[in-house]
C-alpha cells in the first residue's frame, strides 16, 4: 500500500526566511498530490496540488516540486511569516479507480519573530 | 471557513456506545469523504460517498459505517466504541468524484471513555 512520509517531523524558521518541508512517497503509480496546512484546532486546509504530468507548480507563496525519479516532492514556502506556522502535511492519491489520498504525519513549522 | 460544517463538535461517550457524526457538504460539492486523525496514526481515510453512492473505501472498521442522503449531507456511524476510536473525525468534501481539491470541515472531536 501507499506510505507517505516526512523527512523531518519540526522545522522551525526565522520570520522573512523561505522554508522547506520535504516527503517522499512509496507508491511509484501515484499521480496526484496534495499539500494541506493544519493549524490548531482546525481542519486541514488545502495549500497547493500538483499532477504527475507537472515537476513544479507555483501558487502564492508557495511552490510544489515534484520528482518522480526519487518520489518526493517538497513544498517551499517564500517570506515565512507568523501566520505560516501550523503542521503540514503531504498526501498522494493511490493511483488507479480506487480514490483515496494517503497522508503522511505532518511537519510541524515554527515561525519565530 | 471551508463552508463544510461538522456536528457536534466535541463527543464524550463510553465504551461499547454508539455515536453518529454529522457533516454538511460545500454546496455543490457532490462527494463526501469521511478521515479519522489520531497521534499515532495521523491522518487516515475513512470512506468517501459521491451523490449518495459509497465511491472509495479506506482503513474503515466494521463496527463504523455510513452514509449519504439525498441532500447530499453524510453521516459517519461508530459502534461498539472503544477506547482506541478517541479521535478526532473530519469530514471533507469536493465537486467531483476523484483527484480534486477536497475541502475539510472543523472536525469531531470524539472522546470514549
Known amino acids: 500500500g501507499e506510505s507517505v512520509g516526512l523527512h523531518l517531523p519540526t522545522l522551525s524558521v526565522q520570520e522573512g526566511d523561505n522554508s522547506i518541508i520535504n516527503c517522499a512517497y512509496s507508491n511509484s503509480a501515484s499521480d496526484y498530490f496534495i499539500w494541506y496546512k493544519q493549524e490548531s484546532g482546525k481542519g486541514p486546509q488545502f495549500i497547493i496540488d500538483i499532477r504527475s504530468n507537472m515537476d513544479k507548480r507555483q501558487g502564492q507563496r508557495v511552490t510544489v516540486l515534484l520528482n518522480k525519479t526519487v518520489k518526493h516532492l517538497s513544498l517551499q514556502i517564500a517570506a515565512t511569516q507568523p501566520g505560516d506556522s501550523a503542521v503540514y502535511f503531504c498526501a498522494a492519491h493511490s493511483g488507479g479507480s480506487n480514490y483515496k489520498l494517503t497522508f503522511g504525519k505532518g511537519t510541524l513549522l515554527t515561525v519565530n519573530p | 471557513d471551508s463552508g463544510v460544517t461538522q456536528t457536534p463538535k466535541h463527543l464524550i461517550t463510553a465504551t461499547g456506545q454508539r455515536v453518529t457524526l454529522r457533516c454538511s457538504p460545500r454546496s455543490g460539492d457532490l462527494s463526501v469523504y469521511w478521515y479519522q486523525q489520531s497521534l499515532d496514526q495521523g491522518l487516515q481515510f475513512l470512506i468517501q460517498?459521491?451523490?449518495?453512492?459509497?465511491?472509495a473505501k479506506g482503513n474503515i472498521l466494521e463496527r463504523f459505517s455510513a452514509q449519504q442522503f439525498p441532500d447530499l449531507h453524510s453521516e459517519l456511524n461508530l459502534s461498539s466504541l472503544e477506547l482506541g476510536d478517541s479521535a478526532l473525525y473530519f469530514c471533507?468534501?469536493?465537486?467531483?468524484?476523484?483527484?480534486?481539491?477536497?475541502?475539510f470541515g472543523p472536525g469531531t472531536r470524539l472522546l470514549v471513555l
Open positions: 471533507a468534501s469536493s465537486v467531483g468524484p476523484e483527484k480534486e481539491t477536497q475541502y
Open positions: 460517498y459521491y451523490n449518495g453512492e459509497e465511491r
